[in-house]
C-alpha cells in the first residue's frame, strides 16, 4: 500500500497501518483508526510549523503524537518515539514507521520510492511531493532512480539503503548530505518552488554568515515501493 496524502492541501495521510493522528475532529481518518469522534489527521500546516531549524526540526520529529494501527484498531506508542542514526548514513536521523517486508536494495538497484519533502529553513515548508506527480490516469508516480548512482542527493541513498520495500522511514537529512548543487535529484518539476529552495539553501549571504549547518536541513518521508535488480 503506498504511503498516501489526502487530496486536500490541509491534510497529510498515511496508510491505514501507520497514522498520524491529533484530536481534530474536522479531518476523519482511516476507517482502521480511531471512532468517528477522535478520528483526525495530522495538517500539512502543522508539519510546517514543527520545523524551522535544527532544534525545532528535531523536537517536532521527537513529538508529533503517533498512533500506530493495523487491522485490529489503533493504540498510541507506550513512549514518545526516538529518532536514531542510521547506520553508516553520515549523521541521518531516522524513524521507521512502518518496516517493510520485502527485499533491501543494493547498489545498482533500481528503486521506486514515494516522498515527501520539507525544507525547515522555510518553517518545514512542502517543496515537493511524489503525490503531486501524476500519470495520464491522476495515478501518483513514484520517483525512480539507480542506488549509488550519485544522481540522488546522498541523504535519500543512505535512507533507502536500509529499508526494505513496503517500508516507511521518516528522516531528517543534514545540509552535508542533502543537495550539493542544483542538479541533484529528486529536482521539484515546479520552477517556483525549485527556485525558492535552491535560493534558500545556496544563499550566499546568509551561508557568509555562518548559516550553512541549518539552511539545507531537510525532512524526508520516504516510502520504498519496490526494487528491481539489475
Not at 548514513?89 to 547498489?107: A, E, H, I, M
Not at 520510492?113 to 506527480?133: N, V
Not at 531528517?172 to 518539476?189: A, H, L, R, V
Not at 548559516?211 to 518521508?221: H, K, N, Q, R
Request: net charge neutral.
Amino acid at each position: 500500500m503506498m504511503l498516501s496524502y489526502g487530496a486536500s492541501t490541509s491534510s497529510f495521510r498515511v496508510p491505514p497501518i501507520v497514522n498520524f493522528c491529533y484530536n481534530n475532529t474536522h479531518h476523519p481518518i482511516t476507517t482502521h483508526c480511531v471512532s468517528a469522534e477522535s478520528q483526525s489527521v495530522i495538517t500539512r500546516r502543522t508539519l510546517s510549523l514543527l520545523a524551522t531549524t535544527t532544534a525545532t526540526v528535531t523536537a517536532a520529529a521527537f513529538s508529533v503524537p503517533l498512533l500506530f494501527c493495523d487491522s485490529s484498531g489503533c493504540s498510541a506508542a507506550a513512549t514518545t518515539p526516538q529518532f536514531s542514526e542510521l547506520p553508516d548514513s553520515g549523521g541521518l536521523k531516522g524513524l521507521d514507521l512502518r518496516v517493510g517486508d520485502g527485499d533491501s536494495p543494493v547498489d545498482g538497484d533500481q528503486v521506486a520510492i514515494h516522498y515527501y519533502g520539507r525544507l525547515a529553513a522555510k518553517q518545514g515548508w512542502r517543496f515537493d511531493s511524489t503525490y503531486d506527480h501524476k500519470d495520464e490516469t491522476g495515478e501518483p508516480l513514484p520517483f525512480m532512480f539507480t542506488l549509488g548512482s550519485g544522481k540522488v542527493i546522498t541523504g535519500i541513498e543512505a535512507a533507502v539503503r536500509s529499508m526494505k520495500v513496503g517500508g516507511i522511514r521518516r528522516v531528517i537529512i543534514p545540509p552535508s548530505k542533502g543537495y550539493q548543487n542544483m542538479s541533484q535529484e529528486p529536482i521539484p518539476p515546479n520552477f517556483f518552488d525549485r527556485q525558492r529552495l535552491f535560493t534558500t539553501i545556496f544563499n550566499p549571504t546568509r551561508l557568509a554568515n555562518g548559516e550553512g549547518s541549518t539552511l539545507g536541513i531537510l525532512i524526508f518521508d520516504i516510502e520504498l515501493v519496490s526494487l528491481k535488480h539489475i
